[in-house]
């Protein structure tokens, strides 16, 4: 449901930028653990790397019930960066590109809960 295709910005120069947006439903057991109440609406801009994408989160906003309680959630200004290759000189807070493609599934249930946790 969130796959991005980034081949067009690995090919292209460093700090190369497209911004997106997502605003709409979350199919119920999408996670296991977190039942969206109302839409999810995201913003976010993907930047080119010399080694892969960087992930801006520029507003995420919803409602979730998480283990019987409702939050909302409104998150800003969040980073993520997607590699091509493992470095492990960096091994935290790292995902990895897929033939081109990145999913958003992992980090946005991770964002969701560090903001109601």
């Known amino acids: ?14 700090g190369d930028s497209r911004e997106l947006a ?6 119920p057991g999408f996670y296991p653990d977190i039942v969206f109440t109302k839409p ?3 913003q976010l801009k993907l930047v080119s790397l010399d080694d892969g994408i960087e992930v801006i989160f520029e507003i995420l906003q919803t409602e ?3 283990e019987w309680d409702f939050y909302m959630v409104s998150i800003s200004d969040i980073s ?3 590699r091509e290759q493992y470095d492990p000189l960096a091994p935290d807070d790292i995902k990895f590109i897929d033939k ?6 992992e980090v946005l249930h991770e964002e969701i809960l560090m903001a109601i946790l």
Do not use: C, P, Q, W
């Open 1 to 14: 449901m969130f796959h991005l295709n980034v081949a067009d910005l690995l090919s292209s120069y460093a």
């Open 22 to 27: 997502f605003n709409g439903e979350v199919i």
């Open 40 to 42: 999810l609406s995201f």
């Open 64 to 66: 979730v019930e998480y």
């Open 80 to 82: 993520r960066t997607f």
């Open 100 to 105: 081109g493609n990145i999913d958003l599934k």
